[in-house]
Each structure stands twice: as structure tokens, then as C-alpha cells.
T-cell receptor, first 114, second 116 residues
Framework: DAKTTQPPSMDCAEGRAANLPCNHS???????VYWYRQIHSQGPQYIIH???NNETNEMASLIITEDRKSSTLILPHATLRDTAVYYC???????????????FGSGTQLTVLP | DAEITQSPRHKITETGRQVTLACHQT?????MFWYRQDLGHGLRLIHY???????NKGEVSDGYSVSRSNTEDLPLTLESAASSQTSVYFC???????????????FGAGTRLSVL
């Protein structure tokens, strides 16, 4: 699996866009980028995933660079409830059993400030 | 709505006792996972199952066991609880879906276990 690198912490003002970067320079062609978050004391929550095109859903947008070596998760209007640890995970497509596991790194602690 | 539930939410036990943590999902997902989370270690995979009667060891499986007798449940058993197993335990499940979406795991609220 491709290794990911995220900053340990970031701050964002409430109402502003939060842009969380992730480097995955060793990503291979069939690996997807997934983002999860974990609000304090809760279970992790899936946010969004993508392969090479930019993706958007009701929670966030995912921008993947053309060379796929990095990506950015964008929370367009951050609220205090978005304060959480955000995890960027790279996994291959499902062709073998092991691909169904997730490995969580240290993530980025996002703090949304009032 | 489909969901994944863990019970109990909090448990205090004594060293040497057998403890079972329950995980129940109503999505009919084939894949189920148990993680533990400790300060400084993040989430670590304990055991996982890809279907009924299938179980596999994860990164930190020593002292834990699981069994999968039906699709909905994957109970985690600590055979002889140790203080080092004091942690927060999360169960997750994932199911068949389009390519890429198969790695979407849905997590329970967690069980906080203290072994005294």
C-alpha cells in the first residue's frame, strides 16, 4: 500500500474552507484515496473517496492532482462540529481479501476556531 | 435504517476474566473488523472476517479471538483479560459495492474497556 503523509495539526476559522493536504507519492494506478474522520470519542466516519477525478459529496470535496501523488480534502464551510482527526488512506481496488483492510495512520487534527 | 451497534459501551473487568464484546450490523455486510485504539497508537486491527465461518488475525491479535456464526455478528472475546488490553474497541463492517466503494467501512460507537 502507498504510504501517506499528513500534517499533524491544522487550524481553521469557522465558516471558512478547510483544506487538508495528503501526500501519497508512491500511489499505484489502481489505488484509491479515502478520507475518514474521527470526532473525539466516536467511531471513524467515512467522508469521501476518489481514484483520479475530483469528487464532491454532501460532506466535502476531494481534489487529486493530475499525477495522483497528492490530494486535498476540502470542507467548504467548516463548523465547530468539524473539529476532528482526519485520516487519508490509500488502498487498492478489491481483487484480494487483504485489500479490504484499512490502515489508519496518525491523521491531521483539525481544530475549527470560533 | 441499517446500523452497526456495539455493546456494552463501557465495561470494567478484572485481570484474568473472560470478556466478550458484541458487534451487530444490520447491513448484511460480509466483511467485519475489530480495531483497538490507544493513545499514541491510532487504530490497530485485531481480527477480521470476510464471511460466515471465516476469521483472520490482524496486527494485534494476541489474547483475542473472534467467531462468525452468522452474517450480522462478530463478537470479540478476551480469553483472559490483561491490563494491557485496557483500550477503546471499535467494530466496523463493509459490504459488496462498486469498485473503490468496497473499502468504505462503517464503524460502531465503540466500547471503552478497563481491565483492573
Amino acid at each position: 500500500d502507498a504510504k501517506t503523509t499528513q500534517p499533524p495539526s491544522m487550524d481553521c476559522a469557522e465558516g471558512r474552507a478547510a483544506n487538508l493536504p495528503c501526500n501519497h507519492s508512491t500511489i499505484s494506478g489502481n489505488e484509491y484515496v479515502y478520507w475518514y474522520r474521527q470526532i473525539h470519542s466516536q467511531g471513524p466516519q467515512y467522508i469521501i473517496h476518489g481514484l483520479k477525478n475530483n469528487e464532491t459529496n454532501e460532506m466535502a470535496s476531494l481534489i487529486i492532482t493530475e499525477d495522483r501523488k497528492s490530494s486535498t480534502l476540502i470542507l467548504p464551510h467548516a463548523t465547530l462540529r468539524d473539529t476532528a482527526v482526519y485520516y487519508c488512506i490509500v488502498r487498492g481496488s478489491i481483487s484480494s481479501g487483504s485489500a479490504r483492510q484499512l490502515t489508519f495512520g496518525s491523521g491531521t487534527q483539525l481544530t475549527v476556531l470560533p | 435504517d441499517a446500523e452497526i451497534t456495539q455493546s456494552p459501551r463501557h465495561k470494567i473487568t478484572e485481570t484474568g476474566r473472560q470478556v466478550t464484546l458484541a458487534c451487530h450490523q444490520t447491513w448484511n455486510h460480509n466483511n467485519m473488523f475489530w480495531y483497538r485504539q490507544d493513545l499514541g497508537h491510532g487504530l490497530r486491527l485485531i481480527h477480521y472476517s470476510y464471511g460466515v465461518q471465516d476469521t483472520n488475525k490482524g496486527e494485534v491479535s494476541d489474547g483475542y479471538s473472534v467467531s462468525r456464526s452468522n452474517t450480522e455478528d462478530l463478537p470479540l472475546t478476551l480469553e483472559s483479560a490483561a491490563s494491557s488490553q485496557t483500550s477503546v474497541y471499535f467494530c466496523a463492517s463493509s459490504g459488496p459495492s462498486l469498485e473503490g466503494a468496497k473499502n468504505i467501512q462503517y464503524f460502531g460507537a465503540g466500547t471503552r474497556l478497563s481491565v483492573l
